[in-house]
């Protein structure tokens, strides 16, 4: 019996704390609850949508700039080992099979120009030690018909809360035909230069503002703008 009411007791202990925590609660102070928690769901979601609502406007102002520019995106995803992801674009400067949705590691070193290798190697090297986006670079790299093509480009490192490299993200667009305008423009100046003719170039005003080696070693008197 003393066992029964010790058990008992322990029972209507045990009871008595339950109207404490919820038995006391009405049903109105639970639909109160339930419409609180409803309504802070529903706010979080709203919150959610218009937060993807912005992210997609600005992926697709971002693709609009890009397009505009032929500019071409590829990614490096630290968090796969390295995977490497290419958007059309920079598949069609690269040669590259626009189908593939994924490449190996080491893809864009690969398809760097050897001589523009190292110089890349430190851009990089740079790029992952700051905290925006990294240098504008001018590389070249070989497509996949072993064409050389000049690329304009930097990069920006995405990082974890921790502080950690998880994707490197590349834009470049194309800029082979300005550098060989730029090659011609000094081969043509290296021409005039070493031409054993004197040229001179003049303003509308008869100013002369240039002339070549040549001019030089008939007038005796060294240009200071010269090609």
């Known amino acids: 019996l003393a066992t029964a009411v010790a058990s008992a007791?322990?029972?209507?202990?045990?009871?008595?704390?339950?109207?404490?925590?919820?038995?006391?609660?009405?049903?109105?102070?639970?639909?109160d609850e339930v419409d609180a928690r409803t309504a802070q769901?529903?706010?979080?979601?709203?919150?959610?949508?218009?937060?993807?609502?912005?992210?997609?406007e600005g992926e697709?102002?971002?693709?609009?700039?890009?397009?505009?520019?032929g500019a071409g995106t590829w990614v490096i995803d630290y968090t796969r080992a390295g995977i490497?992801?290419?958007?059309?674009?920079?598949?069609?400067?690269?040669?590259?099979?626009?189908?593939?949705?994924?490449?190996?590691?080491?893809?864009?070193?690969?398809?760097?120009?050897?001589?523009?290798?190292?110089h890349m190697q430190l851009v990089f090297k740079h790029t992952r030690s700051m905290a925006g986006p990294g240098p504008l670079a001018e590389y070249r790299i070989l497509t996949a018909r072993q064409d050389v093509r000049w690329l304009q480009g930097a990069g920006i490192v995405q990082r974890s809360a921790q502080g950690e490299p998880e994707r490197f993200i590349g834009v470049s667009r194309d800029v082979t035909e300005r550098k060989q305008v730029e090659n011609q423009l000094k081969r043509s100046a290296a021409l005039?230069?070493?031409?054993?003719?004197?040229?001179?170039?003049?303003?509308?005003?008869?100013v002369i503002v240039e002339w070549n080696r040549s001019e030089e070693r008939r007038v005796g008197k060294e240009c200071r703008s010269r090609w």
């Open 60 to 69: 697709l102002r971002m693709r609009l700039a890009l397009e505009a520019t």
């Open 84 to 118: 490497e992801q290419f958007d059309a674009r920079s598949c069609e400067l690269a040669g590259l099979d626009a189908t593939q949705a994924e490449w190996p590691a080491g893809t864009f070193c690969k398809l760097l120009h050897p001589d523009d290798r190292e």
């Open 9 to 31: 007791g322990t029972a209507v202990l045990v009871f008595a704390s339950l109207p404490r925590a919820v038995a006391l609660r009405t049903p109105i102070e639970l639909q």
């Open 192 to 206: 005039i230069e070493l031409s054993f003719e004197p040229i001179l170039v003049w303003t509308l005003d008869g």
């Open 41 to 56: 769901l529903r706010a979080a979601n709203d919150r959610l949508r218009l937060e993807i609502a912005a992210r997609e």
